[in-house]
């Protein structure tokens, strides 16, 4: 685990609202981030997830490669919203 790499992902949450959401849900509480997405995530949707064999990680329990730091820097769950969900309306029932 990497104190710095927790800071600056916490930092992340702290600054944007919907980073404090669970991408997939909108549950509160992500404390996991989906590396393919570059999204954060709550614990029932990191299994999820996990099962569909994407790569999840815990926020206070994993090391981050400075490439996946690069990457969830990049990214976040707006980009992400942007990007995989344009069409989607804001109160759309999934």
């Given at each position: 685990?990497?104190?710095?790499?927790?800071?600056?992902?916490?930092?992340?949450?702290?600054?944007s609202?919907s980073n404090?959401?669970?991408f997939?849900?909108?549950?509160?509480g992500?404390s996991?981030?989906?590396l393919?997405?570059?999204?954060?995530?709550?614990?029932n949707?990191?299994g999820?997830?996990?099962?569909?064999n994407?790569?999840?990680?815990?926020?206070?329990?994993?090391?981050?490669?400075?490439?996946?730091?690069?990457?969830?820097?990049?990214g976040?769950n707006?980009?992400?919203?942007?990007?995989?969900?344009?069409?989607?309306?804001?109160?759309?029932?999934?």
């Open positions: 685990m990497d104190d710095k790499n927790v800071k600056t992902l916490r930092d992340m949450q702290r600054k609202k404090k959401l669970c997939e849900c909108g549950d509160r992500a996991y981030v989906c393919n997405f570059n999204t954060f995530v709550c614990t949707c990191s999820i997830l996990r099962g569909f994407y790569r999840v990680k815990g926020i206070s329990m994993s090391s981050f490669s400075p490439e996946e730091m690069e990457g969830l820097k990049a976040g707006s980009k992400a919203r942007k990007y995989w969900l344009p069409k989607l309306k804001k109160d759309a029932d999934l």
